[in-house]
Protein backbone atom coordinates (compact mmCIF):
# COMPACT_ATOMS: atom_id res chain seq x y z
CA UNK A 1 0.00 0.00 0.00
CA UNK A 2 1.40 3.15 -0.90
CA UNK A 3 2.35 5.98 1.61
CA UNK A 4 1.09 9.22 1.75
CA UNK A 5 2.47 12.50 0.62
CA UNK A 6 4.66 14.49 3.53
CA UNK A 7 2.27 17.19 4.73
CA UNK A 8 5.21 19.15 5.47
CA UNK A 9 8.85 20.35 4.43
CA UNK A 10 10.14 19.17 7.60
CA UNK A 11 7.96 16.13 6.46
CA UNK A 12 9.90 15.95 3.45
CA UNK A 13 12.65 16.50 5.16
CA UNK A 14 12.51 13.20 7.28
CA UNK A 15 11.20 11.13 4.35
CA UNK A 16 14.31 11.93 2.68
CA UNK A 17 16.34 10.76 5.66
CA UNK A 18 14.39 7.43 6.02
CA UNK A 19 15.95 6.30 3.26
CA UNK A 20 19.72 8.16 3.73
CA UNK A 21 19.29 10.70 1.80
CA UNK A 22 20.96 13.95 3.70
CA UNK A 23 19.15 16.68 1.97
CA UNK A 24 19.39 20.47 2.84
CA UNK A 25 16.45 22.59 3.65
CA UNK A 26 15.74 23.77 0.38
CA UNK A 27 16.30 20.86 -1.77
CA UNK A 28 12.97 19.23 0.79
CA UNK A 29 11.36 22.56 0.37
CA UNK A 30 11.41 21.99 -3.57
CA UNK A 31 10.15 18.72 -3.28
CA UNK A 32 7.61 18.86 -1.27
CA UNK A 33 6.05 21.92 -3.53
CA UNK A 34 6.87 19.76 -6.52
CA UNK A 35 4.71 16.98 -4.79
CA UNK A 36 2.08 18.89 -2.93
CA UNK A 37 1.37 21.02 -6.10
CA UNK A 38 1.99 18.27 -8.83
CA UNK A 39 4.55 19.61 -10.97
CA UNK A 40 7.68 18.11 -12.28
CA UNK A 41 10.82 18.31 -10.82
CA UNK A 42 13.66 19.55 -12.71
CA UNK A 43 16.93 18.78 -11.03
CA UNK A 44 20.15 20.09 -12.73
CA UNK A 45 23.62 19.87 -11.36
CA UNK A 46 27.03 18.16 -11.74
CA UNK A 47 27.17 14.24 -12.38
CA UNK A 48 27.39 12.26 -9.04
CA UNK A 49 25.82 15.09 -6.95
CA UNK A 50 22.97 12.52 -6.39
CA UNK A 51 19.98 13.76 -8.34
CA UNK A 52 19.09 10.47 -9.63
CA UNK A 53 18.67 9.03 -6.06
CA UNK A 54 16.13 11.28 -5.09
CA UNK A 55 13.73 9.27 -7.58
CA UNK A 56 14.32 6.29 -6.33
CA UNK A 57 14.12 7.69 -2.62
CA UNK A 58 10.61 8.72 -3.59
CA UNK A 59 9.56 5.90 -4.84
CA UNK A 60 11.12 3.48 -1.87
CA UNK A 61 9.92 6.09 1.10
CA UNK A 62 6.32 6.26 -1.00
CA UNK A 63 6.23 2.54 -1.83
CA UNK A 64 5.56 3.82 -5.32
CA UNK A 65 6.64 2.34 -8.78
CA UNK A 66 9.48 3.96 -10.02
CA UNK A 67 9.75 3.89 -14.26
CA UNK A 68 13.07 5.04 -15.63
CA UNK A 69 13.47 6.64 -18.86
CA UNK A 70 17.15 6.60 -19.03
CA UNK A 71 17.56 9.22 -22.10
CA UNK A 72 20.37 9.18 -24.63
CA UNK A 73 20.85 10.66 -27.89
CA UNK A 74 18.48 9.72 -30.75
CA UNK A 75 15.62 8.87 -28.33
CA UNK A 76 12.39 8.76 -30.03
CA UNK A 77 8.74 7.81 -29.26
CA UNK A 78 9.14 3.88 -30.04
CA UNK A 79 11.51 4.14 -27.00
CA UNK A 80 10.28 6.92 -24.57
CA UNK A 81 6.43 6.56 -25.31
CA UNK A 82 4.72 4.21 -27.50
CA UNK A 83 4.76 1.85 -30.29
CA UNK A 84 2.78 -0.61 -32.20
CA UNK A 85 3.20 -4.38 -31.76
CA UNK A 86 3.58 -4.91 -35.59
CA UNK A 87 4.37 -8.88 -35.61
CA UNK A 88 1.25 -9.04 -34.13
CA UNK A 89 -0.54 -6.77 -35.71
CA UNK A 90 0.59 -8.75 -38.84
CA UNK A 91 -0.72 -12.19 -37.70
CA UNK A 92 -4.03 -10.48 -36.99
CA UNK A 93 -4.18 -9.62 -40.54
CA UNK A 94 -3.65 -13.07 -41.82
CA UNK A 95 -6.07 -14.77 -39.54
CA UNK A 96 -8.85 -12.08 -40.20
CA UNK A 97 -7.89 -12.72 -44.12
CA UNK A 98 -7.74 -16.61 -43.48
CA UNK A 99 -11.23 -15.83 -41.83
CA UNK A 100 -12.74 -13.67 -45.01
CA UNK A 101 -12.92 -10.48 -43.50
CA UNK A 102 -12.82 -7.96 -45.92
CA UNK A 103 -14.05 -4.78 -44.77
CA UNK A 104 -10.08 -2.93 -43.97
CA UNK A 105 -12.16 -0.32 -42.04
CA UNK A 106 -12.45 -2.96 -39.82
CA UNK A 107 -9.67 -4.59 -39.59
CA UNK A 108 -7.66 -1.15 -39.33
CA UNK A 109 -10.03 -0.85 -36.30
CA UNK A 110 -8.82 -3.94 -34.57
CA UNK A 111 -5.46 -3.73 -35.30
CA UNK A 112 -4.85 -0.22 -34.06
CA UNK A 113 -6.72 -1.21 -30.09
CA UNK A 114 -4.80 -1.03 -27.25
CA UNK A 115 -4.41 -4.68 -26.96
CA UNK A 116 -1.48 -4.13 -29.75
CA UNK A 117 -0.07 -1.13 -28.02
CA UNK A 118 3.56 -1.98 -27.00
CA UNK A 119 3.75 1.44 -23.59
CA UNK A 120 7.25 2.37 -23.23
CA UNK A 121 7.92 4.56 -19.83
CA UNK A 122 6.14 7.68 -20.47
CA UNK A 123 2.59 5.67 -21.39
CA UNK A 124 2.89 3.19 -18.40
CA UNK A 125 3.36 6.03 -16.01
CA UNK A 126 0.19 7.54 -17.17
CA UNK A 127 -1.59 4.96 -15.95
CA UNK A 128 -1.36 4.89 -11.97
CA UNK A 129 -4.43 4.63 -9.98
CA UNK A 130 -4.99 7.40 -8.24
CA UNK A 131 -3.62 7.47 -5.04
CA UNK A 132 -0.36 5.07 -6.40
CA UNK A 133 0.78 7.22 -9.60
CA UNK A 134 4.14 6.13 -9.83
CA UNK A 135 7.75 8.02 -9.70
CA UNK A 136 8.74 9.10 -13.60
CA UNK A 137 12.72 9.46 -13.59
CA UNK A 138 13.64 11.14 -17.05
CA UNK A 139 17.19 10.71 -16.33
CA UNK A 140 19.92 13.12 -18.04
CA UNK A 141 17.50 14.81 -20.22
CA UNK A 142 20.11 16.88 -21.48
CA UNK A 143 21.63 13.76 -24.08
CA UNK A 144 18.44 13.54 -25.83
CA UNK A 145 17.85 16.48 -28.57
CA UNK A 146 15.48 19.53 -29.04
CA UNK A 147 12.50 17.75 -30.71
CA UNK A 148 12.48 15.39 -27.94
CA UNK A 149 11.96 18.09 -25.74
CA UNK A 150 9.21 19.08 -27.45
CA UNK A 151 7.02 15.77 -27.64
CA UNK A 152 7.47 16.13 -23.31
CA UNK A 153 5.68 19.38 -23.43
CA UNK A 154 2.17 17.81 -23.75
CA UNK A 155 3.03 15.23 -21.26
CA UNK A 156 4.63 17.68 -18.75
CA UNK A 157 1.79 20.46 -18.96
CA UNK A 158 -1.48 18.04 -19.46
CA UNK A 159 -0.63 14.55 -18.47
CA UNK A 160 -1.69 13.24 -21.67
CA UNK A 161 -0.24 11.44 -24.77
CA UNK A 162 -1.75 11.67 -28.17
CA UNK A 163 -1.81 8.59 -30.37
CA UNK A 164 -2.76 9.69 -34.02
CA UNK A 165 -4.56 6.16 -34.35
CA UNK A 166 -6.91 6.13 -31.09
CA UNK A 167 -6.33 9.30 -29.42
CA UNK A 168 -5.28 10.07 -26.02
CA UNK A 169 -3.54 8.64 -23.63
CA UNK A 170 -4.19 10.39 -20.21
CA UNK A 171 -3.29 9.95 -16.61
CA UNK A 172 -6.27 9.73 -13.81
CA UNK A 173 -3.75 11.32 -11.40
CA UNK A 174 -0.48 12.96 -12.46
CA UNK A 175 2.59 11.06 -11.99
CA UNK A 176 5.01 11.82 -9.59
CA UNK A 177 8.00 13.16 -12.31
CA UNK A 178 11.87 14.16 -11.70
CA UNK A 179 13.84 15.00 -14.61
CA UNK A 180 17.59 15.29 -14.21
CA UNK A 181 20.18 16.88 -16.20
CA UNK A 182 24.20 16.97 -15.78
CA UNK A 183 23.71 20.49 -18.18
CA UNK A 184 25.75 19.18 -20.97
CA UNK A 185 23.59 21.45 -22.98
CA UNK A 186 20.62 23.66 -21.88
CA UNK A 187 17.02 22.67 -21.62
CA UNK A 188 15.27 24.71 -23.48
CA UNK A 189 12.72 26.97 -21.23
CA UNK A 190 9.64 25.79 -22.56
CA UNK A 191 10.44 22.24 -20.60
CA UNK A 192 11.51 24.65 -17.22
CA UNK A 193 8.52 26.19 -17.60
CA UNK A 194 6.60 23.68 -16.84
CA UNK A 195 8.40 22.32 -13.79
CA UNK A 196 9.90 23.64 -10.62
CA UNK A 197 13.64 23.93 -10.83
CA UNK A 198 16.23 23.12 -8.27
CA UNK A 199 20.12 23.10 -8.71
CA UNK A 200 21.82 20.27 -6.85
CA UNK A 201 25.15 21.56 -5.59
CA UNK A 202 28.10 19.69 -3.91
CA UNK A 203 27.28 19.45 -0.04
CA UNK A 204 29.17 21.54 2.44
CA UNK A 205 31.64 20.03 5.00
CA UNK A 206 29.30 19.09 7.45
CA UNK A 207 26.56 17.30 4.99
CA UNK A 208 29.08 15.19 3.40
CA UNK A 209 30.22 13.66 6.55
CA UNK A 210 26.69 12.92 7.31
CA UNK A 211 26.43 11.39 4.12
CA UNK A 212 29.42 9.42 4.95
CA UNK A 213 28.22 7.69 8.75
CA UNK A 214 24.77 6.95 6.90
CA UNK A 215 26.69 5.30 3.02
CA UNK A 216 30.15 4.38 4.29
CA UNK A 217 29.22 3.71 8.32
CA UNK A 218 32.00 1.21 8.27
CA UNK A 219 34.75 3.79 8.35
CA UNK A 220 36.23 5.32 10.98
CA UNK A 221 35.16 8.66 12.75
CA UNK A 222 38.46 9.91 12.11
CA UNK A 223 39.14 8.59 8.39
CA UNK A 224 35.83 10.16 7.09
CA UNK A 225 37.01 13.51 8.46
CA UNK A 226 39.66 13.30 6.56
CA UNK A 227 38.35 12.02 3.57
CA UNK A 228 35.69 14.99 3.44
CA UNK A 229 37.90 17.59 4.21
CA UNK A 230 40.58 15.78 1.18
CA UNK A 231 37.29 16.09 -1.07
CA UNK A 232 36.03 19.97 0.08
CA UNK A 233 39.92 20.82 -1.04
CA UNK A 234 39.99 18.68 -4.12
CA UNK A 235 36.51 20.53 -5.30
CA UNK A 236 38.57 24.10 -5.58
CA UNK A 237 41.43 22.61 -7.52
CA UNK A 238 40.92 23.93 -11.51
CA UNK A 239 40.02 20.12 -12.20
CA UNK A 240 38.22 19.25 -15.29
CA UNK A 241 35.99 17.20 -13.46
CA UNK A 242 35.43 17.33 -10.10
CA UNK A 243 34.49 14.64 -7.98
CA UNK A 244 30.68 14.11 -6.70
CA UNK A 245 29.55 12.67 -3.65
CA UNK A 246 29.39 9.62 -5.32
CA UNK A 247 33.00 9.28 -5.61
CA UNK A 248 33.50 10.79 -1.76
CA UNK A 249 31.24 7.47 -1.03
CA UNK A 250 33.04 5.27 -2.79
CA UNK A 251 36.40 6.52 -1.75
CA UNK A 252 35.87 6.28 1.88
CA UNK A 253 34.13 2.60 1.08
CA UNK A 254 37.64 1.54 -1.02
CA UNK A 255 39.68 2.96 1.65
CA UNK A 256 37.63 0.49 4.56
CA UNK A 257 37.87 -1.93 2.09
CA UNK A 258 42.22 -1.41 2.22
CA UNK A 259 42.12 -1.29 6.15
CA UNK A 260 42.71 2.41 6.38
CA UNK A 261 41.71 4.25 9.40
CA UNK A 262 43.32 7.62 8.20
CA UNK A 263 44.79 8.84 4.92
CA UNK A 264 48.34 8.60 3.96
CA UNK A 265 50.04 10.05 0.69
CA UNK A 266 51.05 6.24 -0.88
CA UNK A 267 47.35 5.17 -0.39
CA UNK A 268 46.10 8.38 -1.69
CA UNK A 269 48.29 8.22 -4.94
CA UNK A 270 47.29 4.82 -5.64
CA UNK A 271 43.36 5.61 -5.33
CA UNK A 272 42.98 8.80 -7.08
CA UNK A 273 41.47 6.55 -10.03
CA UNK A 274 38.57 6.25 -7.34
CA UNK A 275 37.55 10.05 -7.07
CA UNK A 276 39.44 11.57 -10.44
CA UNK A 277 37.96 10.04 -13.89
CA UNK A 278 40.33 12.12 -16.15
CA UNK A 279 44.29 11.38 -16.28
CA UNK A 280 45.22 15.14 -16.34
CA UNK A 281 43.49 15.43 -13.44
CA UNK A 282 45.07 12.34 -11.70
CA UNK A 283 48.66 13.36 -12.86
CA UNK A 284 47.98 16.99 -11.14
CA UNK A 285 46.80 15.89 -8.11
CA UNK A 286 49.68 12.87 -7.38
CA UNK A 287 52.74 13.25 -5.90
CA UNK A 288 53.68 16.34 -4.00
CA UNK A 289 50.16 18.20 -4.23
CA UNK A 290 48.49 15.02 -2.65
CA UNK A 291 50.91 15.43 0.29
CA UNK A 292 49.88 18.44 0.77
CA UNK A 293 46.42 17.90 0.77
CA UNK A 294 46.69 15.15 2.96
CA UNK A 295 48.73 17.05 5.40
CA UNK A 296 45.94 19.91 4.91
CA UNK A 297 43.16 17.20 5.65
CA UNK A 298 44.89 15.98 8.73
CA UNK A 299 44.40 19.12 9.97
CA UNK A 300 41.24 20.21 9.20
CA UNK A 301 39.78 16.92 10.58
CA UNK A 302 41.49 17.22 13.85
CA UNK A 303 40.82 21.26 14.48
Known amino acids: MPNPLPPSIDATQELLASADYVADRSLATALYLSLTMQRPLFLEGEAGVGKTEIAKVVSQSLGRELIRLQCYEGLDIAQAAYEWNYSRQMIEIRLAEAAGEKSKEKLGADIYSERFLVRRPLARALEGKPGAAPVLLIDELD ?4 PFEAYLLEVLSDWQIT ?19 NRTREIHDAVKRR ?7 YPDAARELEILRRKAPKAAGALSREVVAFVQRLRKADLFKLPGVAETIDW ?35 GEEATRLVAESKAAAAA
Open 163 to 181: IPEIGTLAAKEPPIVVITS
Open 143 to 146: RTDE
Open 195 to 201: CFYYWVD
Open 252 to 286: ANCLVALDKIALDPETVNNTLGVLLKYRDDIERVS
